[in-house]
């Protein structure tokens, strides 16, 4: 016990050395921003889908076994990479247009997690510390995270998962389906430019839409990101038992992107190895900023569901890892 | 009538005042405090995406029938217009309000010295490891321009280190001074985005004296030696002259 509970200096640490808001706001005007640009790719990807792939054509790509299908989206995500925040739209439009909503989430996870983009980054950051372990650590615990994840979400019933908006083949109206209730469109009537409007209709719905949880988690994502201190995890970083988690708790506070993120923790000298892996892991599959992005298509108990299996399946991945001889 | 008007203007309003907010940061340069310099295109093409799905929403869309508009949320107009204000706002007002870098506070929050094993740091490339060369090639004695990344960059490599070492150099970054420590010039590095921004600092000695507040910006010219304190090797800069120095255009070092 004296290895899990060694004594920290911590009460000398404040958590925050303070907060300028000044220093939130640019935070999160630099969030959004970089944001937005790839939330608009992925309502135009979606607005695409939405015209030209038919229902049917979808379905019948994907496996028809559900189990088939969770390698399916893992294998999608490896091959179709996808930022955290271009992905959100695409998803709910691909559960819209009928693909099974535990097959469409694993492809959400698996994308910015298995991006090729973030393994090389991910070398690049660490290539005078051992990158072909780091790489071959993070693929490898965020492969069988998503696995599990995975086969956790087809044990689901959509309704569980999802926000009544966002459920596949509702007869509802159409516009209570969408993500984005607080928009009316009524088509210009004598236009003949059906297809026109249903694109422009469906990237506005779905880019307006998410923007809102982007905005707000992004907020969460610039007041923790410049107001904790990161002195505080420092002595802890490196315990066997501690420092995974801590490397857990720094990812979901400082809400990087995947391909970002290796060059920020390469940095962190106190984190040892298992604590870096943690960081990497967590990070892309939920933080403060993403639970807000979720939150847009999902109900907040199946979203707390995720953190809290997402963060406990990478602790004991990386603790399991850490206590390797 | 006029909630009408205003429910169906609102997206067209919203998403006009976003690409405004990221063309005015493009054209006044702002940009580049805030994102990396292969992010800057996207926002230059999501700004013009945006203003073309505005005009083709006002061509393409009418106002509803106020049937619809009663029929669509349970919560009202109120929460619509919540919602449009708070798409609106925080970006309106986080552009005026951003400072052109960090301050001290989210530096101590960040580490000051956290970048010690960040390599390979950005800036120190064939092109400016070239300029260098060619400076002390002709005149030994003369000031070689460095950013704050790059010796630290030399500090991992002996023989770089070896040939730097005692060599006059000239910097420009920000100064900080905490109690109980040396002074520091310090450069806040971006990957993506400013919100992932880690600073990298270099210890001053010698001359440092005249008043300098934290933030500002200097330019400091000095001999830079390599001292090692518990096997940890880091760059210090024995200051021969300090003075305040314009903010760079890129107030933030980019790989």
Known sequence: ?325 | MIARQLSFLAPAVVMSAWATVMLHTIVSGHINRLLSPMFRSYVLVAAILLVLLSVLYLFLYEPAAETSTATLSPTGLLRQLGRWLVLLLPIVAASVLAPATFSSTTLQNRQIDSTAGALPMPTWNSTSQANAKNIIDSDPNQAVPVEVTDLITLSHSPDQMKAFDGRKVRLVGLFNNQSGSNPKLYRFIMWCCAADAQPASVALGGNTQGGWKNDQWLEVTGTVTFPSTLGHVAPYIDVESIKPAQEPDEPFLSP
Not at chain 1, 300 to 309: A, Q, T
Request: charged fraction near 10%.
């Open chain 1, 1 to 325: 016990m004296t290895v899990f509970f060694a004594d920290f200096d911590l009460p000398s640490t404040p958590v925050s050395t303070g907060i300028a808001w000044p220093d939130v706001a640019l935070s999160f005007f630099a969030i959004v921003l970089e944001g937005a640009p790839f939330l608009l790719l992925g309502a135009i990807i979606s607005g695409l889908v939405d015209v030209f792939l038919p229902a049917n054509t979808i379905r019948n790509w994907l496996p028809k076994s559900k189990t088939q299908g969770v390698f399916a989206a893992m294998g999608a995500g490896l091959i179709f990479p996808l930022c955290e925040c271009g992905a959100m739209p695409i998803v709910q439009r691909l559960i819209r247009k009928g693909v099974t909503p535990a097959v469409a989430t694993t492809y959400m996870l698996a994308a910015p997690a298995l991006n090729p983009l973030a393994m090389f980054s991910t070398y690049l950051a660490f290539r005078n510390q051992d990158p072909w372990l780091m790489i071959a650590l993070r693929f490898g615990f965020s492969f069988l995270v998503l696995l599990f994840l995975g086969f956790w979400l087809v044990r689901l019933r959509p309704e569980e998962m999802l926000r009544a908006e966002t459920i596949t083949g509702s007869p509802r109206p159409a516009q209570e389906m969408s993500p984005n209730p607080g928009l009316v469109l009524a088509p210009r009537p004598g236009l003949s430019l059906g297809g026109v409007q249903q694109f422009t209709g469906a990237v506005i719905r779905d880019f307006t839409g998410v923007l809102l949880f982007l905005v707000i988690g992004a907020a969460a994502a610039a007041l923790f990101s410049t107001g904790f201190n990161r002195n505080l995890l420092a002595p802890i970083g490196h315990d066997i038992f501690w420092g995974p988690l801590a490397g857990i708790l720094l990812a979901q506070l400082l809400c990087l992107c995947s391909t970002t993120d290796a060059f920020i923790i390469a940095a962190f000298v106190p984190f040892s190895v298992p604590a870096k892996i943690a960081f990497l892991v967590a990070g892309p599959l939920i933080d403060l900023k993403l639970y807000w992005l979720y939150r847009s298509a999902f109900k907040p108990k199946f979203v707390h569901g995720l953190w809290i299996r997402a963060l406990a399946a990478t602790f004991l991945l990386t603790l399991l890892y850490s206590l390797h001889p």
